[in-house]
T-cell receptor, first 114, second 112 residues
């Protein structure tokens, strides 16, 4: 069964600290993996999209890694800011799979405190 | 074109009433997706279209739910005889093939 599991479910950190969010997936065949940021009451906004051949991709203070062999991805946030408080959703796209080929994780809720 | 647009942003309705939501995707995006999201959960797939064809429907899409994309552009999602359990955020997304999906801001439905 195609699944995307994220951990931790929630995380509280102090402003300025770094953190890492995890995503494990069993989607096969694999096409790409995306990380979205979703502010409360808003639609998800794309942070990165990674294909099979990419190991690392950065977007400002966000760095995503992908290990296609172990089917794991991480999202590292550097020097966190209060505005980073949001849910971070990992989405895996499979080739020829169901659900429109987009399998969603349940997200990690990040709270950045002053 | 400023992205995926959803209307209305908020809808409060009485139980048993019908509601309809609209989604305008990014121009020339051939795929359009509908999701439902409840508090603290990730988006749950409801259905998706490729052009005007509805290619897949989730089991979550009961017979009270219907979605259309008549001309392969905008889409509507109708819920008939609403129930309190239908209260959720309804998200629409569009993409060009399997390239990155862009989401709208969602329609927050509250059934009282």
């Amino acid at each position: 069964k195609n699944q995307v599991e994220q951990s931790p479910q929630s995380l509280i950190i102090l402003e300025g600290k770094n953190c890492t969010l995890q995503c494990n997936y069993t989607v096969s065949p694999f096409s790409n993996l995306r990380w979205y940021k979703q502010d409360t009451g808003r639609g998800p906004v794309s942070l990165t999209i990674m294909t099979f051949s990419e190991n690392t991709k950065s977007n400002g203070r966000y760095t995503a890694t992908l290990d296609a062999d172990t089917k794991q991805s991480s999202l590292h946030i550097t020097a966190s800011q209060l505005s980073d408080s949001a849910s971070y959703i990992c989405v895996v796209s499979g080739d020829g799979g169901s659900q429109g080929n987009l399998i969603f994780g349940k997200g990690t809720k990040l709270s950045v405190k002053p | 074109d400023t992205g995926v647009s959803q209307n209305p942003r908020h809808k409060i309705t009485k139980r048993g009433q019908n509601v309809t939501f609209r989604c305008d995707p990014i121009s020339e995006h051939n795929r359009l997706y509908w999701y439902r999201q409840t508090l603290g959960q990730g988006p749950e797939f409801l259905t998706y279209f490729q052009n005007e064809a509805q290619l897949e429907k989730s089991r979550l899409l009961s017979d009270r739910f219907s979605a259309e994309r008549p001309k392969g552009s905008f889409s509507t999602l109708e819920i008939q005889r609403t129930e309190q359990g239908d209260s959720a955020m309804y998200l629409c997304a569009s993409s060009l093939g399997q390239i990155e999906a862009f989401f709208g801001q969602g329609t927050r439905l509250t059934v009282v």
